[in-house]
């Protein structure tokens, strides 16, 4: 833990009330095979934090690939140590779908989708798991972070017992902007009922709009606030982070844990990736898998009537 916390941290440019009563750490669990421990840590928080999941030696691989991407793509401060991600001011690399880092990366994929893994998840989950082949990329810049969001609306077509993995790439400070979850939020299914019922590709065939929707001219992005502290006095809990996020930690949480990220308040860029999880036998949200997941592409989209 930091011997101090920075001065001001903010979501999405709302700044974090930082006292103990509304902001905290994550709880740490260790890598263990008590899948039952497990288990009751997931019901409780709704999250597991593992701490050196992985050698460290084997992430930093990974990111010395990645970085060195970003390098060639001419993403990184020219002069600059490509290990310390020092971004180009007002040069956004892109997360998630318009990421330009290479989704068949082998050192990446050894890593999210290699047998230690894909292992845990077999034990956690009781049976043979698959993964969702396409891989979000977070390469966060200087400036605000990720809006407050669940999962389950942006890939809630298949089994919703879905387990997300976030692996930081990098050592994460305060300042640098990682991770963060509001407590006991998955426990909110009920206030959250209307929202956790939509899908980012659905919208309403009897609205005025319904074409615009369908051709994707329009789109809901899926965010449920952009402001930490109402979504926080309207569900409870303290939003919870890490002191700091280390090369080869994981962290694993449900599709209903709200979360987003603070904001970078560095110049350097931010690296981790989220990947998904769930029994081989359940259904799977075709919008996620294959050798070129579709995404969110036109052609998934659904209408209804509302």
């Known amino acids: 833990m930091p011997a101090t916390l920075p001065t001001r941290l903010c979501a999405h440019g709302v700044e974090i009330d930082q006292s103990p009563e509304k902001f905290g750490f994550l709880h740490e669990s260790s890598v263990t095979d008590d899948m039952a421990g497990m288990?009751?840590?997931?019901?409780?928080?709704?999250y597991v934090y593992m701490r050196d999941f992985w050698p460290r030696e084997e992430v930093q691989a990974v990111r010395d690939s990645l970085t060195d991407q970003l390098r060639r793509l001419n993403f990184l401060?020219?002069?600059?140590?490509?290990?310390e991600a020092r971004a180009i001011p007002g040069r956004e690399v892109g997360r998630a779908m318009g990421n330009p880092?290479?989704?068949?990366?082998?050192?990446?994929?050894?890593?999210?989708?290699?047998?230690?893994?894909?292992?845990?998840?077999e034990k956690f989950l009781g049976g043979p798991v698959r993964h969702f082949d396409f891989i979000w990329f977070r390469t966060k810049g200087p400036?605000?972070?990720s809006p407050i969001h669940c999962d389950l609306v942006y890939m809630g077509r298949g089994t919703h017992n879905l387990y997300t993995a976030w692996v930081p790439?990098?050592?994460v400070s305060l300042e640098l902007g990682g991770l963060m979850v509001l407590e006991g939020s998955h426990r909110q299914a009920e206030q959250l009922k209307a929202y956790l019922a939509r899908d980012v590709d659905a919208y309403c065939t009897n609205q005025d709009d319904a074409a615009e929707y369908a051709s994707g001219r329009k789109w809901w992005d899926g965010t449920l606030s952009k402001n930490a502290v109402a979504i926080q006095q309207s569900l409870g809990g303290r939003w919870l982070t890490s002191p700091e996020f280390r090369l080869g930690d994981l962290m694993i949480f449900n599709m209903t844990l709200v979360h987003g990220s603070l904001d970078n308040q560095t110049d350097r860029i931010r690296l981790s990736t989220d990947t998904r999880y769930q029994l081989a036998v359940e259904p799977v949200d075709e919008r996620w898998v294959g050798e070129k997941p579709p995404g969110h592409a036109a052609a998934m989209r659904r209408g209804r009537v509302c």
């Open 101 to 121: 880092l290479d989704q068949k990366d082998a050192r990446l994929r050894e890593l999210v989708f290699g047998p230690k893994l894909l292992g845990f998840f």
């Open 77 to 83: 401060r020219p002069g600059t140590d490509p290990d």
């Open 39 to 46: 288990h009751r840590r997931m019901e409780e928080d709704g």
């Open 169 to 171: 790439l990098g050592d």
């Open 143 to 145: 400036g605000l972070g």
